[in-house]
């Protein structure tokens, strides 16, 4: 059908409208797309040049250099050396097996630590360098170097590591450092990136784990240009992170290496503290072990013997043990009682050889008794009776208060693993714990240090610092963080009375140095610098009446396990204190024969600030000592270098 003229008419109009349209629609997009390139290629350009840049710019990790460890001498003990390795990230290696298999022809690998590092490669990031070996030579260093083209993804590196110059004698304080683990991760709370870098090292044990955000420091990172196969083509820019701050103990590391060989052959632990300002001059436990060896991989075999030696060296026993503190604790019971009012200086009490309590004998050491007795005399012959009657008249709540004054029964506040709180029980405590009524036994018990009582060597040497001072003195372990000061432990007054303070360190001081004193084969006789002490022998075994009756067993006719625990606390000079300490030695036997002779070498090695003459002892003990102070010498590094201290 033949259309109109105005419908061809109508239908052009139409046409032209819509081809303007879309013609308009096609121009804008074209401007759009125009306008869009323009900004792309000159107004953005930089940022598009530096997205471009990082698809071949990587961001790596520096670790700091952890910070080292002093003694109050400015000599290290925790000190950090170079230490070779080679690392390998995944995803620039391509195939791994045959990269690996390059690089064994090289220098020679462990099989094990190459199937540690693909399981390592497995559960990290395919960015994540991961360590294939350690400790390597300049040699094989060199090695990789030169091969590098056919090592993708595989570098040499140096970092540090740390080692420990004085190796056990000062394990048990500063602890070590470890790769962290999985385990690790899943305990602490801490997104420190630094963390995620495998093989890095942080503390596991000792100082170094209580102080390992102050010696970790942060992360530094470096941007490195790759190339499309990932090698590293050159570094752009490096920004070095902060290393972990210097730290200053309060250790003596000469008198600490003295302590550790003196109580060689025993399991044991031992403490001597500054009495002026609360400064920890050596914590030592026997046996030790050697840190350098967790820091490099312990082997299976050195692992097993230690977990299966029953002298337990991984144990810091001089914080971490708690033990019956024996005799040791009749200077409590009887600064509770003088306190309380509850008897006279020179009141005595009588002793034969047993107290009667309801029906329930307590024996006294000595089985013909000591007579009439009163504090003094208790004290220097280390009476029994007398503290199981005095101890009914003040009350085990009392006794514990005053424990807790002295320092027992509380958990000091130091930077080492699991530091033992002791106890000072009370009834409050056996009627939340035991569920029980406390009764009378119980506080007879007590009053001798044994029964629930318990207390570390470190808290026994408190005891004997608080004694001598009258003040509330406080072990210290750092000196020095980067330089600057920590706080001092020296204490204000306990509030004790001093009249009663006397008499206590009068009777401490005859234990010593009168005739009849437990401890006076282990005098000091230099003048001016006598010691005060008191012996403790703490039972770990009940003595059946048949056994008594019969006639008790010899320590030495038991098996170990079973033999009493030995102990001594002093402090010396007896007329102007500088040093307090204690020694337990584990299933030593008694504390007049165990411990006093170990602990008046302690102190006089302390005082001196090195070997005492031979004068200092009695003559009986000079040749013995002479050939000891020779084999003990020997060990301690003659006048170590000090490294100034930032």
């Not at 190339?227 to 083509?233: K, V």
């Not at 030696?309 to 009887?334: D, E, W």
């Not at 009392?398 to 000072?424: C, F, N």
């Not at 003595?543 to 625990?565: C, M, Q, S, Y």
Request: net charge neutral.
């Amino acid at each position: 059908m033949k259309r109109s003229p105005k419908d061809v008419m109508d239908s052009a109009r139409t046409i032209s409208r819509r081809a303007l349209v879309m013609g308009g629609v096609q121009l804008g997009v074209v401007g759009v797309l125009g306008w869009r390139l323009q900004s792309m290629q000159v107004e953005q350009a930089d940022q598009f040049r530096l997205l471009a840049e990082e698809n071949r710019i990587n961001i790596r990790l520096l670790p700091p250099a952890r910070g080292l460890i002093f003694d109050r001498n400015g000599i290290p003990i925790a000190d950090n050396e170079q230490n070779y390795r080679v690392v390998m990230v995944r995803e620039d290696a391509g195939d791994i097996g045959e990269v690996l298999a390059r690089l064994t022809r090289l220098v020679d690998i462990d099989p094990d630590d190459l199937t540690r590092a693909m399981d390592e490669m497995q559960r990290r990031s395919p960015f994540v360098p991961v360590t294939i070996a350690d400790r390597l030579s300049w040699e094989d260093v060199a090695q990789i170097n030169l091969n590098t083209p056919t090592l993708p993804g595989i570098t040499a590196e140096v970092g540090l590591s740390r080692v420990y110059p004085a190796g056990a004698d000062l394990a048990h304080v500063v602890g070590y450092v470890g790769p962290v683990s999985d385990y690790d991760l899943s305990r602490i709370d801490d997104s420190d990136p630094l963390l995620q870098i495998p093989k890095f090292q942080i503390g596991k044990s000792g100082a170094e784990n209580k102080l390992e955000r102050t010696l970790r420091g942060s992360a530094g990172t470096r941007r490195i240009e790759v190339n499309a196969a990932g090698r590293i083509m050159r570094e752009l820019d490096r920004k070095e992170g902060e290393a972990g701050k210097d730290i200053q103990l309060t250790l003596d590391s000469r008198l600490q290496t003295y302590v550790q060989a003196r109580l060689e052959g025993q399991s044991a632990g031992a403490v001597v503290i500054d009495l002026e300002n609360g400064d920890l001059r050596a914590v030592a436990s026997a046996p030790a072990f050697d840190p350098n060896k967790f820091v490099r991989g312990i082997s299976v075999k050195d692992w097993t013997d230690l977990n299966d030696n029953k002298y337990r060296p991984l144990a810091a026993k001089a914080v971490q043990g708690a033990y019956p503190p024996g005799s040791t604790f009749k200077m409590v019971t009887a600064l509770a009682a003088f306190e309380a009012g509850v008897v006279a200086p020179d009141e005595t009490v009588y002793c034969p050889g047993y107290t009667d309590v309801y029906g329930i004998r307590f024996h006294c050491w000595k089985r013909g008794g000591h007579g009439n007795i009163n504090l003094h005399e208790s004290l220097k012959q280390s009476c029994d009776c007398y503290y199981y009657e005095i101890a009914q008249r003040v009350g085990i709540d009392k006794m514990a208060e005053m424990a807790r004054k002295l320092g027992l029964g509380i958990k000091h506040d130091l930077p080492l693993s699991a530091v033992a709180q002791g106890l000072a029980p009370d009834k409050a405590w056996k009627s939340t714990v035991r569920g029980e009524e406390w009764r009378i036994g119980d506080t007879v018990n007590a009053s001798i240090g044994q029964g629930y009582v318990l207390a570390s060597p470190l808290q026994l040497a408190v005891l004997s610092a608080r004694i001598a001072t009258g003040r509330e003195v406080t072990p210290r372990l750092i000196r020095l963080i980067n330089g600057v000061e920590q706080p001092s432990g020296m204490g204000d007054s306990l509030g004790i009375n001093e009249n009663t303070l006397r008499r206590v360190r009068a009777s401490m001081n005859d234990v010593c140095n009168h005739r009849r004193g437990t401890a006076y084969r282990s005098r000091i006789l230099a003048e001016g610098q006598e010691m005060a002490g008191k012996t403790g022998t703490s039972q770990v075994r009940r003595i059946t009446p048949e056994e008594r009756a019969a006639g008790v067993t010899k320590n030495e006719d038991l098996p170990w396990e079973r033999r009493d625990h030995a102990l001594f606390v002093s402090f010396a000079p007896y007329d102007n204190p500088r040093y307090a300490l204690s020694v337990v030695v584990e299933h030593g036997g008694g504390g007049s024969s165990a411990a006093a002779p170990i602990a008046r070498d302690i102190m006089l090695q302390a005082l001196y600030g090195g070997p005492p003459p031979l004068e200092a002892y009695p003559s009986a003990d000079r040749d013995r000592i002479a050939e000891q102070q020779k084999r003990i010498e020997a060990r301690i590094p003659p006048g170590a270098r000090s490294r100034s201290q930032v």
